[in-house]
């Protein structure tokens, strides 16, 4: 048979090529509350998901629940940790960052950020600060050796308490519970602790030191008669050496327990039997008040070699607010069980 003929071609579209292609309609726009601003322990603000950033930088959105409340007020920023000066450059200022990082993670919340702002509270001025020299340096021996007329001059060996169980709580959900935690009131030393609080001893007992002040808390008072057990000093209490009020780890068992516990302290300059001081949160100007008072003692006081051993964040605001330090080192965070020693040259 003949082959069929092929197929005709289809018919020729009966639109106009000139035609307009109607677009879709664009989307509603999204309806959401606005982002809540947030401070530098945005990481911990309860108006964050949970599944913010473990390390306090909080990457989450604000949850739709938060249209109702209030904005937070903005904080001051970092440069208010570091006393007025010109900002070192360098290594130096990574390791001023490094411990803004090590404040915001330390405690809860609320008391890390007060640290943060005390430096503005000062009644002080600069030049009645205590200068601060690393002990062994050559700034440090001069001034020893021929003080100013009228300055006064004593070494001085800064010490952290050794570990504590309120330690063990890394991240910052978990410092939030340990706030409240009574399980941790008074918090003692771990093992660790202890062992870190030994390392010192050879170089305690060589010191010089021939009085140690130590905040009364039961995990400084195990680390200054550990520390400095083969010390020849005596041992005093003194509360404006307590850490930053607010926590369940820093409110303190009754006098008259820690006697018990530790009879070779002198207990006579702690005001009351029970702890009226740990709550509310202390506010900046307190801290501060306390460290010019403790200046004022230090400086006072007959001894001209003193141990002394507190909390991190009172050395912090110390070391970064109450004396005029150049050291970044001696400036930067102190680690658990940490000791240095300084020269305190205090003006007229």
Same mark, same amino acid.
């Given at each position: 048979?003949?082959?069929?003929?092929?197929?005709?071609?289809?018919?020729?579209?009966?639109?106009?090529?000139?035609?307009?292609? !109607?677009?879709?309609?664009?989307?509603?726009?999204? /309806?959401?509350?606005?982002?809540?601003?947030?401070?530098?322990?945005?990481?911990?603000?309860?108006?964050?998901?949970?599944?913010?950033?473990?390390?306090?930088?909080?990457?989450?959105?604000?949850?739709?629940?938060? /249209? +109702?409340?209030?904005?937070?007020?903005?904080?001051?920023?970092? +440069?208010?940790?570091?006393?007025?000066?010109?900002?070192?450059?360098?290594?130096?200022?990574?390791?001023?960052?490094? +411990?803004?990082?090590?404040?915001?993670?330390?405690?809860?919340?609320?008391? *890390?950020?007060?640290?943060?702002?005390?430096?503005?509270?000062?009644?002080? !001025?600069?030049? !009645?600060?205590?200068?601060?020299?690393?002990?062994?340096?050559?700034?440090?021996?001069?001034?020893?050796?021929?003080?100013?007329?009228?300055?006064?001059?004593?070494?001085?060996?800064?010490?952290?308490?050794?570990?504590?169980?309120?330690?063990?709580?890394?991240?910052?959900?978990? =410092?939030?519970?340990?706030?409240?935690?009574?399980?941790?009131?008074? *918090?003692?030393?771990?093992?660790?602790? =202890?062992?870190?609080?030994?390392?010192?001893?050879?170089?305690? *007992?060589?010191?010089?030191?021939?009085?140690?002040?130590?905040?009364?808390?039961?995990?400084?008072?195990?680390?200054?008669?550990?520390?400095?057990? =083969?010390?020849?000093?005596?041992?005093?209490?003194?509360?404006? &050496?307590?850490?930053?009020?607010?926590? /369940?780890? +820093?409110?303190?068992?009754?006098?008259?327990?820690?006697?018990? %516990?530790?009879?070779?302290?002198?207990? !006579?300059?702690?005001?009351?039997?029970? %702890?009226?001081?740990?709550?509310?949160?202390?506010?900046?100007?307190?801290?501060?008040?306390?460290?010019?008072?403790?200046?004022?003692?230090?400086?006072?006081?007959?001894?001209?070699?003193?141990?002394?051993?507190?909390?991190?964040?009172?050395? &912090?605001?110390?070391?970064?607010?109450?004396?005029?330090?150049?050291?970044?080192?001696?400036?930067?965070?102190?680690?658990?069980?940490?000791?240095?020693?300084?020269?305190?040259?205090?003006?007229?």
């Amino acid at each position: 048979p003949p082959p069929r003929p092929p197929p005709p071609p289809p018919p020729p579209p009966t639109t106009s090529s000139t035609a307009a292609i !109607t677009p879709p309609p664009p989307p509603p726009p999204l /309806s959401h509350a606005p982002l809540q601003p947030a401070g530098r322990c945005r990481g911990l603000d309860p108006r964050l998901p949970a599944d913010a950033d473990a390390k306090g930088k909080g990457k989450g959105r604000a949850s739709s629940s938060s /249209s +109702s409340l209030p904005p937070l007020p903005p904080l001051p920023p970092l +440069s208010s940790l570091s006393p007025p000066s010109s900002a070192p450059a360098g290594g130096a200022e990574r390791s001023r960052t490094a +411990s803004r990082r090590r404040l915001a993670l330390s405690g809860c919340a609320s008391l *890390a950020c007060l640290v943060g702002t005390a430096g503005g509270a000062w009644s002080s !001025t600069e030049e !009645t600060k205590p200068l601060v020299y690393r002990l062994g340096t050559a700034e440090a021996d001069r001034a020893l050796a021929s003080p100013p007329d009228g300055a006064r001059v004593k070494i001085v060996h800064f010490m952290r308490h050794g570990q504590g169980f309120h330690n063990l709580r890394r991240t910052p959900l978990d =410092k939030i519970v340990q706030c409240n935690n009574k399980d941790l009131l008074d *918090a003692a030393l771990t093992e660790k602790g =202890k062992a870190e609080a030994a390392k010192v001893q050879d170089y305690a *007992a060589n010191s010089g030191a021939e009085v140690v002040l130590v905040s009364p808390m039961r995990r400084t008072l195990q680390t200054a008669t550990i520390g400095f057990e =083969k010390a020849n000093a005596r041992f005093i209490a003194v509360e404006d &050496l307590r850490e930053v009020y607010g926590c /369940s780890s +820093s409110q303190r068992r009754p006098t008259s327990v820690a006697r018990e %516990d530790f009879p070779g302290v002198d207990f !006579t300059q702690v005001e009351t039997e029970e %702890d009226t001081r740990w709550r509310p949160i202390e506010s900046p100007e307190s801290l501060n008040q306390r460290q010019l008072r403790f200046v004022e003692t230090l400086k006072t006081r007959p001894e001209k070699n003193v141990g002394v051993v507190t909390h991190s964040l009172w050395l &912090l605001n110390f070391f970064q607010n109450a004396v005029r330090c150049d050291d970044d080192d001696i400036k930067r965070f102190f680690n658990t069980g940490e000791l240095k020693s300084v020269v305190l040259l205090f003006p007229r």
